[in-house]
């Protein structure tokens, strides 16, 4: 079956380095998504891992390790914008749609 | 680039109105399109997929006769919530993709907050 968990919130401070986990478990894996959602909006693109390794975009690094089912998103110089939604999702070969984790809210404190 | 348009972004009408919400890729073509629904503080759920000239794919639960999907072209997709009650009161959010394959990213529309009365 398909199974993504991450946890449920997480908080932080502002200026802090925060990483988000998130482990997978599909049949016929093809590729890891991050996206980012602030309350009452719909979600926006972050990132994209398929093979292993770091993948660096500015103040955001999403990690992915397909042998271990494994990804994070590593935040740094956090700012109270951050406070959001950080959603996980897999792809797969065998189906169009996206498979979405329950998502991480995060609080960011001054 | 890669732009999504809903429309509109909230409805407001009374129980047994059929409400029609449209999803446009503006600046590419969308081979597949999808509808979610998210409920407060919650996840995503993805209710359809629909593929353009096809029928769409409903997820387990999804009432096919309630949430009617038209894919009439590579940039439109609507759904019509029909005969809406309370109960369907959601946030209602298009996504498209450029392939069929899940290895390419959705870009979300801005979403649709439906309230009946």
């Known amino acids: 079956g398909q199974n993504i968990d991450q946890p449920t919130e997480m908080t932080a401070t502002e200026g802090a380095i925060v990483q988000i986990n998130c482990t997978y478990q599909?049949?016929?894996?093809?590729?890891l998504f991050w996206y980012q959602q602030h309350a009452g909006e719909a979600p926006t693109f972050l990132s994209y891992n398929v093979l292993d390794g770091l993948e660096e975009k500015g103040r955001f690094s999403s990690f992915l390790s397909r042998s271990k089912g494994y990804s994070y998103l590593l935040l740094k110089e956090l700012q109270m914008k951050d406070s959001a939604s950080y959603l996980c999702a897999v792809g797969s070969y065998n189906t169009d749609k996206l498979i979405f984790g329950t998502g991480t809210r995060l609080q960011v404190f001054p | 680039g890669a732009v999504v348009s809903q429309h509109p972004s909230r409805v407001i009408c009374k129980s047994g109105t059929s409400v029609k919400i449209e999803c446009r890729s503006l600046?590419?073509?969308?081979?597949?399109m999808f509808w979610y629904r998210q409920f407060p503080k919650k996840s995503l759920m993805l209710m359809a997929t629909?593929?353009?000239?096809?029928?769409?794919?409903?997820e387990q639960g999804v009432e096919k006769d309630k949430f009617l999907i038209n894919h009439a072209s590579l940039t439109l997709s609507t759904l019509t919530v029909t005969s809406a009650h309370p109960e369907d009161s959601s946030f209602y959010i298009c996504?498209?993709?450029?392939?069929?394959?899940?290895?390419?990213?959705?870009?979300f529309g801005d979403g649709t907050r439906l309230s009946i009365l």
């Open positions: 599909t049949s016929g894996f093809n590729g």
């Open positions: 629909s593929n353009e000239g096809s029928k769409a794919t409903y």
């Open positions: 996504s498209a993709s450029t392939t069929v394959r899940g290895n390419q990213p959705q870009h």
């Open positions: 600046d590419f073509q969308a081979t597949t």
